[in-house]
């Protein structure tokens, strides 16, 4: 492994790394006018980066440029209140790998960028003595540029674990940037925004929320105290039609659409367009849909794609380029030899993927995803004319393990019921900020952390961690200073409400590296070739929940290596379109630790 540099943090060169930052920036053109949006974007980023350490936000359309923008104002902003270190905070895997090689291609020493989550993290069982370079800066975060994940955020602040507490210091003095904080865990909002202010107020961060929807969190029981003039960028009326690329359309109805319908809907938008994208809310109606597309796709011979997190990063990964290779094609050979192009996906399309269609078609979720879901269409103009989005409803559609979409989609049907301004676009920051309103009041509750406390009763982390409790309570703990039970809170801590567990599919190089760790187990358990193999290993590996792998025990269809420390899928249950068959709804997509 290349050698890590460990740099004096407190003593930061800002100045010379903004400096390359400006004469990279300096070599893009303006001709169009979604360049000139963009560049005026990023200089009301670098004017705004003089305000005071606050909480701000970078409220920008998808496809504005928030990446750069917002390294922009951080790299000027740490110059100004000399801070130690840049923090990037991105929810989802689809767009961490991708926005971690733009800023290193804007610094001007890629190692002083340290990425930290899941994919590259490496586990060592007992104390750290045996811990390389590269996982001693992995636990302090003592790098310059971090770029790590919402997960290791929240776990930092609210778990038990040393090691997530070990990193506290790092967001000391630092300018944190979290991304698409829309897609913030409900149940964590209220302590999120407690956590926020007391970063702020204590520790001296200056912390930037960026998002096409921002949510209203100053507008909770618990605010968010924001910044004086918290909007970095301000866009008019002007530029944000130069961003709008598609035309945002309502089709739900309060029946909604069975199955036949939605199949027809889909025909009629696909003759009119050369590429559609569908988006479903479950792996069940994606692989539906798809099943019921499929056929009459092969015989007018178009190409047609299936995608969701059934599917182990690999697969996904190449079906992704071969749909990227389709799109580009459809735009660019002759009318008469066009082969249209159908994507049927799951949410994770939604952020981070740099594909663009003619047309987008929305199951209904929350005006957040539909925003996300725009971005996905006719991203550059490329298309000759304006894009088409439709949100629509599904009859009898099954969510009985996604509470929070069922929440999302009440919020936004209030939200579209009020709408009654024909100019207005669906996804305007007027809609947005309603539908907020009404999905915070409707999880009035559950945005405090609901925790099962025996069978019929719940406690609130959020509560635990206020002052503010009932009389008997400050009454047992009057001698304390501090009241809070943090021991327990961080015991119960989970951003998610349940454990996920990797299994090994045997897709492509997968059975490869099924057949290593079968030989492995065969011999001497060698530990170095164990770690080395499955980080080979990680790429072909799908997560399902503790329940799920009871069911496919049972079923017979897991087979563990190396007694349990690898569980290996059967070959019969993982198919080569749709990837793992045969297990119920996960209720978590695609976010990474």
Wanted: some cysteine.
């Amino acid at each position: 492994m290349r050698q890590l540099p460990i740099l004096e943090t407190d003593k930061m060169d800002w100045k010379s790394r903004r400096e390359y930052f400006e004469t990279k920036i300096a070599q893009f053109g303006s001709e169009t006018a979604i360049n000139q949006v963009r560049s005026d974007i990023s200089l009301q980023c670098l004017q705004a980066s003089g305000r005071p350490p606050g909480i701000y936000r970078l409220n920008v359309p998808t496809g504005g440029g928030k990446t750069l923008g917002a390294l922009r104002y951080a790299l000027a902003h740490a110059e100004k209140y000399h801070k130690r270190r840049i923090i990037f905070i991105i929810p989802l895997l689809s767009i961490l790998d991708q926005n971690a090689k733009v800023i290193k291609e804007y610094v001007p020493i890629e190692e002083e960028v340290l990425e930290h989550h899941s994919n590259v993290i490496r586990h060592k069982d007992g104390d750290t003595e045996g811990l390389d370079q590269f996982e001693y800066l992995a636990e302090s975060w003592n790098y310059p540029i971090v770029v790590s994940t919402l997960v290791q955020l929240l776990e930092i602040l609210f778990s038990h674990k040393t090691s997530a507490i070990g990193r506290m210091q790092a967001l000391c003095d630092s300018v944190i940037v979290i991304d698409e904080v829309q897609t913030l865990p409900k149940k964590v909002t209220v302590m999120f925004n407690r956590a926020m202010d007391f970063l702020r107020q204590y520790c001296n961060a200056t912390i930037v929320l960026s998002s096409a929807t921002q949510p209203c969190f100053e507008e909770l029981k618990w605010p968010l105290r924001l910044a004086n003039a918290p909007d970095l960028v301000k866009l008019n009326e002007k530029q944000l039609m130069v961003l709008k690329r598609a035309d945002v359309i309502n089709m739900t109805n309060p029946g909604g659409m069975d199955w036949e319908e939605c199949v027809c809907f889909c025909n009629d938008a696909i003759r009119e367009r050369d590429s559609l994208l569908v988006i479903c809310n479950t792996k069940a109606e994606a692989k539906t849909l798809f099943e019921k597309l499929r056929n009459q796709a092969e015989d007018m011979d178009w190409d047609i794609y299936h995608l969701s997190t059934a599917m182990c990063q690999e697969h996904r990964q190449r079906t992704l380029e071969d749909l990227g290779k389709s799109l580009e094609r459809v735009r660019h050979i002759p009318l008469e030899e066009k082969r249209k192009v159908i994507c049927i996906s799951t949410q994770l399309i939604e952020a981070g993927v740099d594909l663009s269609f003619e047309c987008v078609i929305r199951v209904l979720a929350g005006i957040d995803s539909l925003a996300q879901a725009a971005g996905r269409c006719n991203r550059s103009h490329e298309y000759g004319r304006e894009g088409k989005v439709y949100m629509i409803n599904l009859k009898n559609e099954n969510l009985s393990m996604l509470q929070e979409i069922r929440n999302a989609q009440n919020s936004t049907r209030k939200a579209v019921e009020l709408w009654g301004e024909e100019d207005e676009c669906l996804i305007s920051n007027r809609i947005t900020r309603r539908f907020y309103q009404y999905l915070f009041e409707e999880t009035k509750n559950e945005v405090e952390y609901p925790v099962k406390d025996g069978e019929n009763s719940k406690i609130y982390l959020a509560r635990l961690l206020s002052n503010k409790r009932d009389t008997d309570v400050r009454n047992k703990n009057r001698e304390y200073i501090l009241q809070q039970p943090f021991k327990i809170i961080g015991q119960s801590f989970q951003v998610f409400d349940q454990n996920t567990i990797d299994i090994l599919v045997p897709y492509e190089e997968g059975e490869g590296i099924i057949e290593q760790l079968s030989e492995l187990q065969e011999g001497w358990f060698d530990c170095e070739s164990f770690r080395k193999i499955m980080q080979q290993a990680k790429k072909y590996t799908v997560s399902i929940y503790e329940w799920q792998k009871e069911k496919l025990d049972q079923a017979g269809l897991l087979n563990p290596l190396l007694e349990g420390r690898v569980l290996v899928l059967d070959a019969k249950v993982y198919d080569n379109c749709f990837g793992l068959f045969a297990v119920d709804e996960q209720a978590v997509e695609n976010f990474i630790l």
